[in-house]
């Protein structure tokens, strides 16, 4: 149990962290980031009405969102209560759907995705928890249809939550975000798709007149958008800041993203042949080294400058373009998690660790991420409580 002291001067179990003087150099200037971010995301959850605006703040800020404050910002950036448990998904073995199959498939070819040197039983796990969070989002809404790709976006979230805890976040993404990809046909998502060429226009004529001769169109930039980038970047920490970035902005901004990241390779584009095959291989492939953070600032400045009502003629058919409103004024009015337990009258509930599906072996699902979770926790707890004390103090904890 984390014993926290009543008076700063005796917070022994907080002097194995280094203080901001003892770090050099940029690790000082993190570690102050970090802090104030901390006191910034637990005051914003504090308020009532809870404060969105400073959630978005945090998650779009330099680096994204510290991992332990994940669990309670995510949810609450897609106007979900983290505090109510949600029925346990069933295992897949038990959930018939039309797109069972194919899920199974994708499901068991997405190892590459999880962390290295997991072992094969609990990645066996993860991926039969991933399975089961699919179908139960699928067969609570039977309008929308799986993609190849879809898992990539279930996985992150499953890593970062847990299953109980991912369910509703990735429901309310395939009713809001993801919707258009969740479509029968393809036509919501080729809309989502001519937004790109337009931007690109914009910014460089010269590299949208270049790509217009090499005909190479949009179809490079489809597993970035359907899976949030997490199906193309090879470092897990690259997927968590754009996810970060995405679930605090509006359902297009990864298509801004995606148009930083063509204009950030302008050159690289115009150096190859002008044809569709020369293009299309560069273009697909993203290279490991990108500058995430100046890309994030980018796609936000594009995003500022185009309105997406300016880019494609087709915007207001787009479903996740139509709902983000009321999706917003809905997020803009959540009370804070004390009051809501009050309500209920219902204790706090751990966030941060993932809890195992029926079947298979308990002591192996407990295990899965628990060690990091816990320290997750531990964090969380004593910075709630130092900042009842104030936020200089916080602020001498890291």
């Known amino acids: ?83 109510k448990l949600p029925p346990r998904p069933a295992p897949p073995a038990l959930q018939e759907h039309r797109d069972r199959g194919q899920i199974l498939l994708d499901v068991a070819r997405c190892a590459p995705r999880f962390p290295p040197g997991m072992a094969a039983e609990q990645r066996r796990v ?151 095959p020369s293009v299309h291989q560069l273009l697909s492939r993203l290279p490991p080294d990108l500058p995430y953070e100046r890309l994030v600032l980018r796609a936000q400045e594009l995003f500022q400058r185009h309105p997406h009502t300016r880019l494609a003629r087709q915007h207001r058919d787009s479903i996740a373009i139509r709902s983000f409103g009321a999706f917003q004024h809905a997020a803009s009015r959540q009370r804070p998690d004390a009051v809501l337990r009050r309500q209920r009258r219902e204790p706090a509930v751990d966030a941060t660790v993932p809890l195992p599906a029926a079947g298979g072996n308990a002591l192996v699902k407990a295990a899965v991420w628990g060690l990091s979770a816990t320290l997750g926790v531990v964090a969380l707890a004593v910075t709630h409580t130092a900042l009842d004390w104030g936020p200089e103090f916080l602020l001498r904890l890291f």
């Open 126 to 276: 993860l991926q039969e928890q991933l399975a089961g969070l699919i179908l139960h989002v699928l067969r609570a809404h039977p309008q929308l249809h799986y993609y190849q790709g879809f898992h990539d976006v279930a996985l992150t979230l499953l890593l970062v939550l847990g299953q109980r805890r991912a369910a509703p976040l990735l429901e309310q993404l395939s009713t809001h975000h993801l919707r258009d990809f969740l479509d029968p046909t393809l036509e919501s998502t080729t809309r989502v798709l001519s937004h790109l060429m337009p931007l690109l226009q914009r910014e460089s004529p010269r590299l949208h007149d270049f790509m217009q001769r090499a005909e190479v169109g949009t179809v490079f930039a489809l597993s970035w958008l359907i899976t949030w980038y997490g199906h193309v970047l090879t470092d897990f920490h690259h997927t968590l800041r754009l996810f970060d970035f995405f679930l605090a902005s509006h359902p297009l901004m990864p298509v801004y993203f995606a148009a930083a990241v063509v204009l950030h390779r302008e050159e690289e584009v115009l150096a190859v042949p002008c044809d569709m």
């Open 1 to 83: 149990m984390l014993v926290v002291p009543c008076h700063a001067s005796h917070a022994v179990p907080c002097r194995a962290v280094p203080t901001v003087p003892h770090v050099p150099g940029p690790a000082a200037g993190r570690c102050v980031r970090r802090a104030q971010q901390r006191v910034q995301v637990l005051r914003a959850l504090r308020s009532d009405p809870v404060g969105l605006e400073g959630l978005r703040a945090a998650a779009l800020g330099e680096g994204g969102l510290c991992p332990e404050l994940r669990p309670q910002v995510w949810p609450r950036l897609l106007s979900i209560d983290p505090g």
